[in-house]
């Protein structure tokens, strides 16, 4: 199984309960979910490449697509994105924090 088929899997269970809770909730506010998304990718490529240049993760080559952000996987960035749609629709669904009148 390649990186990419993992992340479809985790992916598909996201994709579930964001559109759950943008049925039964209100959306989040579109510009903290894009300023969240871009903050954790930008760190996500940093952290990524340090770990990977250290040598405390390595991937199985035959695995990955080869496409790269410096040295990370692409693959690397589903989760970051899996973070930033998950969370908030969790939030969403669970009851977060209650407006009052």
Same mark, same amino acid.
């Given at each position: 199984?390649?990186?990419?088929?993992?992340?479809?899997?985790?992916?598909?269970?996201?994709?579930?309960?964001?559109?759950?809770?943008? %049925?039964?909730?209100? =959306?989040?506010?579109?510009? &903290?979910?894009?300023?969240? *998304?871009? @903050? $954790? +990718?930008?760190?996500?490529?940093?952290?990524?490449?340090?770990?990977?240049?250290?040598?405390?993760?390595?991937?199985?080559?035959?695995?990955?697509?080869?496409?790269? %952000?410096?040295?990370? =996987?692409?693959?690397?960035? &589903?989760?970051?994105?899996? *973070?930033? @749609? $998950? +969370?908030?629709?969790?939030?969403?669904?669970?009851?977060?924090?209650?407006?009052?009148?």
């Amino acid at each position: 199984m390649s990186y990419w088929q993992l992340n479809l899997i985790f992916l598909a269970i996201v994709v579930i309960v964001a559109v759950l809770a943008l %049925v039964l909730r209100r =959306p989040p506010r579109a510009l &903290a979910v894009l300023l969240t *998304a871009a @903050v $954790l +990718l930008v760190m996500t490529a940093i952290f990524d490449n340090v770990m990977i240049g250290i040598g405390l993760v390595g991937y199985n080559e035959s695995l990955i697509s080869g496409m790269f %952000v410096g040295i990370a =996987p692409l693959e690397d960035f &589903a989760y970051a994105i899996a *973070a930033v @749609v $998950l +969370l908030p629709s969790l939030w969403m669904l669970l009851g977060g924090r209650r407006e009052h009148a």
